[in-house]
């Protein structure tokens, strides 16, 4: 089983990314998905979370109304689209699978973990 996480880069601060994870070896259509991120010299942190058929999603208060999250089952994929980046959003991001059907902002939930996409913003 694999998560493969992709699209972060080198942005400026006000930009936008996608990061897009994609997972292989099993589907995760009754899986709850969502997204961490850490950066340096801090713990890892939830950021966005989605129920596994997308009717419920979850953010961390600092990306309200700027990343949404996306899932989609056929493709066995979870998005993140992240506007008006700052330079507080720089942090390696990682996608996970959780164990349940729900989406939870608990990292002890998620049973499953991608190997992370930087995304640096420069002010």
């Known amino acids: 089983v694999q998560l493969q996480a992709s699209g972060g880069g080198l942005v400026q601060a006000g930009e936008s990314l996608r990061l897009s994870c994609a997972a292989s070896g099993r589907t995760f259509s009754n899986n709850g998905l969502g997204w961490f991120r850490q950066a340096p010299g801090k713990e890892r942190e939830f950021v966005a979370g989605i129920s596994w058929r997308g009717g419920s999603t979850l953010y961390a208060d600092p990306v309200k109304g700027r990343f949404t999250i996306f899932r989609d089952n056929a493709k066995n994929t979870v998005d993140l689209q992240m506007n008006s980046l700052n330079p507080e959003d720089t942090a390696a991001y990682y996608c996970?699978?959780?164990?349940?059907?729900?989406?939870?902002?608990?990292?002890?939930?998620?049973?499953?973990w991608g190997q992370g996409t930087q995304v640096t913003v420069s002010s």
């Open positions: 996970a699978a959780a164990r349940r059907s729900f989406a939870s902002p608990s990292s002890s939930d998620y049973a499953y």
